[in-house]
């Protein structure tokens, strides 16, 4: 398949720069080809940074990143009209937001006004600037970050919110032996400089428009809901995956398929993505959590105890 063979190429750009990380390369890749964004919660120092500039240079995206601080406000992100003397008329100077591959590092530490102008753009794809609603340019993927061990200071994103990410990931730390490979690398050059780019912005958005095209059974549907009403309904879960989860999670199962060459997603593909779908969509009740329960073990109790559908006429 054409567009299984220029998502490879993309990862395996993406490998020469970020070692190690091949499962999130591909959730992020699979994230960007669903149309979702990315909530990417770890500590700093372990490539997230990197993993950001890499898809974008390796699909010839517009690039932009939003440090966030306290102080931030909303017209840093989305941009702000300034009268032109020359011109007598406002002229609008765009935000950081209006790029195609947007970093938001570590938006957990601006005030929720701020965040509501990132989200707003997120959810909407476009933005509101003195009254006058402006488009951001396709494709358009946020990779927002956050540190989780500082909580002085932040402003933890809240569940409407956190529900506007198809996936939350983590890098983790990587072996000894791939901390040698990345210091071996950056001994003599530093690799994100020399990447090129592998598929262009058109190639990108029509894979995108083929995500869509992936066949996703009734029987399959059914099997996403079904998972979805479980965590609504488990006694240790306080709030269960919304309908927008069970939408996300459809549409992270047909771009997950089509990366591995399939115009069908299936059962394994629901399986596989539902913890990284779900999980920072469910709060546990507060027993749970003083029982030491995770999000995690919950989930993976969930789709362990719900019957898994047979496909009878897709043959894998």
Not at 217 to 231: D, N, P
């Amino acid at each position: 398949m054409e567009a299984k063979t220029k998502i490879d190429h993309v990862l395996e750009n993406i490998s020469k720069v970020i070692i190690g990380k091949r499962e999130v390369a591909e959730l992020s890749v699979a994230a960007l080809l669903a149309g979702g964004h990315i909530l990417l919660e770890d500590v700093p120092g372990v490539g997230k940074t990197m993993l950001v500039r890499a898809l974008a240079k390796s699909t010839g995206a517009n690039f932009r990143r939003i440090q966030f601080t306290p102080d931030l406000l909303p017209s840093d992100v989305v941009g702000v009209s300034i009268y032109n003397p020359k011109e007598m008329a406002f002229e609008f100077r765009p935000g950081p937001i209006m790029g195609n591959i947007v970093l938001a590092d570590e938006i957990n530490r601006t005030s929720p006004k701020t965040q509501s102008a990132l989200l707003e753009g997120m959810e909407e794809s476009s933005v509101t600037v003195d009254g006058e609603t402006l488009s951001i340019p396709k494709p358009f993927f946020v990779m927002a970050t956050q540190n989780p061990i500082e909580h002085e200071g932040t402003y933890p994103l809240p569940e409407a919110q956190l529900d506007r990410f198809i996936m939350k990931l983590k890098m983790g730390y990587p072996t000894p032996s791939e901390e040698i490979q990345v210091l071996n690398s950056l001994e003599h050059s530093v690799p994100i400089e020399e990447l090129d780019t592998v598929i262009t912005l058109e190639e990108l958005i029509t894979i995108q428009k083929e995500v869509r095209t992936v066949h996703v059974s009734e029987v399959l549907k059914s099997y996403i809901v079904e998972l979805a009403t479980r965590t609504r309904h488990d006694p240790y879960v306080y709030l269960g995956a919304s309908p927008r989860a069970s939408i996300a999670l459809m549409r992270a199962a047909q771009a997950y398929a089509l990366m591995k060459g399939r115009d069908y997603a299936t059962p394994d593909d629901v399986q596989y993505l539902a913890p990284f779908v779900f999980a920072h969509r469910i709060i546990l009740k507060p027993e749970a959590r003083y029982e030491g329960m995770a999000t995690q073990t919950i989930l993976k109790d969930i789709i362990k105890r719900t019957p898994v559908p047979v496909e009878r006429n897709v043959v894998t």
